[in-house]
């Protein structure tokens, strides 16, 4: 009797663990965009812009890249383009101070 009170308990808790994450996938699904933000006009991005802390505001811009002559159009938030600064910032510094010769 203590068993299979034992394994109810579990069965129960796994039903609600599976409506919970049921839930939480469509909570999830409803908040992302069906549109990426490349192909996004500049009114969808302002609007999405408005619904988001600032450092979640995504910017896109028309990148060339070093490896290509075709300009690709890249979009970042802005926390990941001052991640991206800051690290590309420490790697200059790197290669300045590089082997001292006194």
């Known amino acids: 009797m203590?068993?299979?009170?034992?394994?109810?308990k579990s069965v129960g808790f796994?039903?609600?663990?599976?409506?919970?994450?049921?839930?939480?996938?469509m909570f999830i699904k409803c908040q992302t965009t069906d549109?990426?933000?490349?192909?996004?006009?500049?009114?969808?991005?302002?609007s999405y812009n408005s619904t988001?802390?600032?450092?979640?505001?995504?910017?896109?811009?028309?990148?060339l890249r070093t490896?290509?002559?075709i300009k690709k159009t890249r979009c970042m938030t802005v926390m990941d383009i001052l991640t991206?600064?800051?690290?590309?910032?420490?790697?200059?510094?790197?290669l300045?101070?590089?082997p001292q010769l006194f």
């Open 96 to 98: 300045n101070i590089g």
């Open 35 to 46: 549109t990426p933000f490349r192909k996004m006009t500049d009114e969808e991005l302002i």
């Open 67 to 69: 490896d290509s002559h």
């Open 14 to 25: 796994a039903k609600r663990l599976c409506w919970g994450l049921a839930l939480g996938t």
């Open 84 to 94: 991206e600064a800051e690290s590309n910032a420490r790697m200059v510094d790197a």
């Open 2 to 8: 203590i068993i299979e009170h034992s394994m109810s």
């Open 52 to 63: 988001v802390p600032l450092e979640q505001n995504v910017i896109c811009f028309r990148d």
